[in-house]
């Protein structure tokens, strides 16, 4: 599914369209260059689920945990990973198992240690067309 997300309110109301879609213990990927919206998709979502407190980029301590009223998150960004090895180090055995739905940035460098996710997000384009091809497995 090919979204149009070219503005911030066409990224909200994707994220809004997808949430009801997630299941607790999904693995969602967030796949694109930098600064193309990943971290802003992964607040506006948490947010929508209801998250109170701030969500911030995870560069430098690779994951965060957040909770709402029915649901739990992790976010992870893996720019920073050296080698796929590196995960198991950070417990992403436990994270995986602990039945929170996990998104993660730049899944690319876990390659090896990641399982297949349920969903896979693509985010494409630039400034003035953005698309957010979404599909799940
Ligand atoms: N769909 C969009 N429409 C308009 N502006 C956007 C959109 N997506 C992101 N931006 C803006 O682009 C900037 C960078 O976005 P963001 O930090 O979410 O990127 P990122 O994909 O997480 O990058 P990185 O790989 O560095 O973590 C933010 O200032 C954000 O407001
Ligand atoms: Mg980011």
Redesign the pocket.
Same mark, same amino acid.
């Given at each position: 599914m090919k979204h149009n997300?070219? =503005?911030?309110p *066409? *990224?909200k109301q994707t994220a809004k369209w997808l949430l009801p879609r997630l299941q607790q213990g999904d693995l969602v990927f *967030?796949i /694109?260059? *930098? /600064?193309? /919206?990943? =971290?802003? $998709?992964t607040q506006m979502l948490l947010h929508s689920a209801g998250v109170q407190e701030s969500v911030k980029?995870p560069?430098y301590t690779l994951f965060e945990s957040y909770q709402s009223k029915q649901l739990s998150f992790i976010h992870m960004?893996l720019?920073r990973l050296s080698h796929p090895e590196e995960l198991y180090y950070l417990g992403i055995e436990d994270i995986l198992n602990n039945d929170s739905i996990v998104l993660i940035?730049?899944p690319e460098k876990g390659q090896g240690v990641l399982p297949i996710p349920q969903w896979s997000l693509s $985010?494409t384009g630039n400034?003035l067309n953005?698309s957010l091809t979404i599909t799940s497995k």
């Amino acid at each position: 599914m090919k979204h149009n997300v070219s =503005t911030l309110p *066409l *990224l909200k109301q994707t994220a809004k369209w997808l949430l009801p879609r997630l299941q607790q213990g999904d693995l969602v990927f *967030l796949i /694109g260059d *930098l /600064g193309m /919206g990943k =971290t802003t $998709f992964t607040q506006m979502l948490l947010h929508s689920a209801g998250v109170q407190e701030s969500v911030k980029s995870p560069t430098y301590t690779l994951f965060e945990s957040y909770q709402s009223k029915q649901l739990s998150f992790i976010h992870m960004d893996l720019y920073r990973l050296s080698h796929p090895e590196e995960l198991y180090y950070l417990g992403i055995e436990d994270i995986l198992n602990n039945d929170s739905i996990v998104l993660i940035e730049w899944p690319e460098k876990g390659q090896g240690v990641l399982p297949i996710p349920q969903w896979s997000l693509s $985010f494409t384009g630039n400034n003035l067309n953005r698309s957010l091809t979404i599909t799940s497995k």
